[in-house]
C-alpha cells in the first residue's frame, strides 16, 4: 500500500514556474515506478510524464516535453514535476500515481495508487 500527497500547486503568470512535490508513504517506494497526469475542468486526464523506479527511464507527453522535468529522490520518497514556461493551457488538477510496473507509462489505467491532486492555474 503506498499513500501520495501532492503539493506544489497554486496561481502563476504564464512563463513562469513551479515545482510540484509528491510524497509517498508505506513501504518500498523506490519499486514503484510514478508518473504525473492532469486534468482541466471537462476534460479527461491525460498523461504528462513519468519515471521508472531508479530514475534512469523518463517518458514526457509531446505537450510539455522541453519544458517539464519529472525526478525522484528515493531517500526522500518523493517525485518532482518541475514546470517551466508554463502556458494558460497548462491549467489543471495534477495527480501523481504510483505503480509497481517496471515504467508505468502513459496508461493511467496501469497505475495502482494515486495522490487527490494539486492545482495549477496559470493566468494570461
Known amino acids: 500500500q503506498v499513500q501520495l500527497v501532492e503539493s506544489g500547486g497554486g496561481l502563476v503568470q504564464a512563463g513562469g514556474s513551479l515545482r510540484l512535490s509528491c510524497a509517498a508513504s508505506?513501504?518500498?517506494?523506490?519499486?514503484?515506478?510514478m508518473g504525473w497526469f492532469r486534468q482541466a475542468p471537462g476534460k479527461e486526464r491525460e498523461f504528462v510524464a513519468a519515471?521508472?523506479?531508479?530514475?534512469?527511464?523518463?517518458d514526457y507527453a509531446d505537450s510539455v516535453k522541453g519544458r517539464f522535468t519529472i525526478s525522484r529522490d528515493n531517500a526522500k520518497n518523493t517525485v518532482y514535476l518541475r514546470m517551466n514556461s508554463l502556458k494558460p493551457e497548462d491549467t489543471a488538477v495534477y495527480y501523481c500515481?504510483?505503480?509497481?510496473?517496471?515504467?508505468?507509462?502513459?496508461?493511467?489505467?496501469?497505475?495502482?495508487?494515486w495522490g487527490q491532486g494539486t492545482q495549477v492555474t496559470v493566468s494570461s
Open positions: 508505506g513501504r518500498h517506494f523506490s519499486s514503484y515506478s
Open positions: 519515471i521508472s523506479w531508479s530514475g534512469g527511464n523518463t
Open positions: 500515481a504510483a505503480t509497481a510496473q517496471a515504467m508505468g507509462g502513459r496508461d493511467q489505467y496501469s497505475y495502482t495508487y
